[in-house]
């Protein structure tokens, strides 16, 4: 079996760079086995999550909680418990904060926001989802570094703002929904061919974008046009939008794979 093959037919294939995050998920699974006491974790992204499943299942005893602040959360913080431990929202340790901004004078977007928020020294980790209803903008936060962003954070691009921490029962605005599901046959899952399917581009457009430093896979830089993508994977393709792989179907009768996608188009 080759190696585009083990992606497609085992959910829990590693990257090498995953190692990192592996072996920090192991730890917390070691502690809360041997202290018995539940592990918060930063917050994941969906192939982290899935990682994480995966670790936790070998464990008899151990089991894992999530929330993000909102139900449908793309980003969330897990609990990794006995199964003695039933969580709160409020053990997760999130706080959600409004960006008001001249909205006569600013359009504000998803990349600004989170330029901004990491631009004050903050891990990318640190922070969850960002979501907006159209015209207020909203994003979650650890809580013990609620007070170091509202005191660090007051501009986005060239517009001063101001952070405004929210009651996540009463104030969570809706967000809209820009993402479709599809379905779509691929000849290969290497990255640069999921890219000029889904996007209908040739694959030297596709490649050049990688090779242009314009793909994140799972929110890190990926140059690798050849690197092949697997379950839950999320690639940002900067002027294009966002694919998410939801699930990886099998082959078709001509031999391509079948993916079910979740895309957001610009």
């Known amino acids: 079996m080759d190696d585009e093959e083990k992606v497609s037919l085992n959910s829990s294939y590693f990257r090498p760079e995953e190692k990192p995050f592996i072996d920090k998920i192991g730890d917390l699974l070691l502690r809360t086995q041997t202290m018995y006491i ?65 909205e006569r004078f600013a359009n504000l977007h998803h990349g600004q926001i989170l330029g901004s928020l990491t631009g004050s020294g903050v891990e990318r980790d640190h922070f969850g989802d960002i979501i907006t209803n159209g015209k207020a903008w909203q994003f979650f936060v650890f809580k013990d570094m609620a007070k170091f962003i ?23 605005i809706m967000p809209i929904d820009e993402s479709a599901d599809e379905t779509v046959n691929v000849q290969s899952l290497r ?18 974008l990688v090779d242009h430093g314009k793909i994140q896979l799972n929110w890190v830089p990926n140059r690798n046009a050849s690197a ?29 794979y079948i993916i079910f996608v979740n895309v957001i188009r610009k």
């Open 150 to 172: 509202s005191e660090q954070v007051d501009k986005i691009g060239s517009f001063k703002v101001h952070l405004t921490e929210k009651d996540i029962k009463k104030d969570l």
């Open 38 to 102: 539940p592990q918060l974790t930063d917050f994941l992204n969906m192939r982290e999550r899935a990682i994480l499943d995966n670790l936790v299942n070998k464990y008899d005893d151990l089991f894992v909680h999530y929330y993000g602040g909102y139900e449908g959360a793309e980003r969330v913080r897990g609990i990794i418990a006995p199964d003695y431990f039933v969580p709160k929202e409020s053990d997760f340790k999130i706080s959600l904060f409004e960006v008001r901004y001249p």
């Open 191 to 208: 990255l640069d061919t999921i890219i000029s399917t889904i996007y209908d581009i040739s694959r030297t457009q596709s490649k050049a």
């Open 228 to 256: 092949f993508v697997t379950l839950y994977d999320t690639i940002s393709v900067r002027g294009y939008g966002r694919i998410r792989i939801n699930d990886i179907m099998g082959k078709s009768k001509n031999n391509k």
